[in-house]
């Protein structure tokens, strides 16, 4: 695959629940949440095969938390790469909340 042409941009799709990283134009990956009140949880993170290997998951995961951060929402991360890029980044460590049973079960009902 060819490197993009233009740098990859992050957007949060509010109506989808979720953070998408696009390439030229181009939906790349996402990642998922639901809010829990003044928590973000995010469940899912995805790259589509065709951007593998360009960072784009570490670049979406690092914009998405930020963004939570910058709102004053908690970050919860039941998604496993998100709880691995939290152990690499501990200046998300004062917004991160952990992942309970309460939180799981809550999800499931969420998510159907």
């Known amino acids: 695959m060819s490197q993009p042409s233009t740098a990859p941009t992050v957007q ?10 696009l390439v030229d134009g181009k939906r790349a990956g996402l990642t998922a949440y639901r809010d829990r ?20 998951a570490s670049l979406l995961v690092q914009e998405a938390l930020t963004d939570v951060r910058e709102s004053g929402k908690r970050i919860v991360p039941v998604c496993p790469y998100v709880a691995k890029f939290l ?11 952990p992942v309970t049973p309460d939180v799981l079960r809550w999800l499931d009902t969420q998510l159907g």
Do not use: N, P
């Open 37 to 56: 009140g003044e928590q973000r949880v995010f469940y899912h993170t995805e790259i589509d095969d065709a951007f593998a290997g360009q960072g784009l």
């Open 12 to 21: 949060r799709a509010d109506a989808k629940h979720r953070y998408e990283i």
């Open 87 to 97: 152990k690499r980044h501990e200046e998300f460590a004062d917004s991160t909340d």
